[in-house]
């Protein structure tokens, strides 16, 4: 079992920037890989980053170039940097863990960007 607690959450204007956190708990050595996803109310949970054991990391075209996903082995937690922050970016971020066959959930943080 991993259990994923998410912090960071918030709101922002437009152009600034939320540092999003999961810290992973449980069978940590099984996790080969993290990230984030993000739903909109009515829209389907769309995958933002992800990043595996080797630090290679995917990115949405949508947040190419603004988001940088991270993680800190130590503290088995992975970070979500999100600058320029645009309203099309607001919604609930749920970050995930795989620990194949299983992927694990946390429980989603708002983000709210304003105009």
């Known amino acids: 079992q991993v259990q994923l607690v998410e912090s960071g959450g918030g709101l922002v204007q437009a152009g600034g920037s939320l540092r999003l956190s999961c810290a992973a708990s449980?069978?940590?050595?099984?996790?080969?890989?993290m990230g984030w996803y993000r739903q909109v109310s009515g829209k389907q949970r769309e995958l933002v980053a992800r990043?595996?054991?080797?630090?290679?990391?995917n990115y949405a075209d949508s947040v190419k170039g603004r988001f940088t996903i991270s993680r800190d082995n130590a503290k088995n937690t992975v970070f979500l940097q999100m600058n320029s922050l645009k309203p099309e970016d607001t919604g609930v971020y749920y970050c995930?863990?795989?620990?194949?066959?299983?992927?694990?959930w946390g429980q989603g943080t708002q983000v709210t960007v304003s105009p």
């Open positions: 990043i595996n054991s080797g630090d290679n990391a």
């Open positions: 449980g069978s940590i050595s099984s996790i080969n890989s």
């Open positions: 995930y863990a795989d620990s194949s066959p299983l992927r694990y």
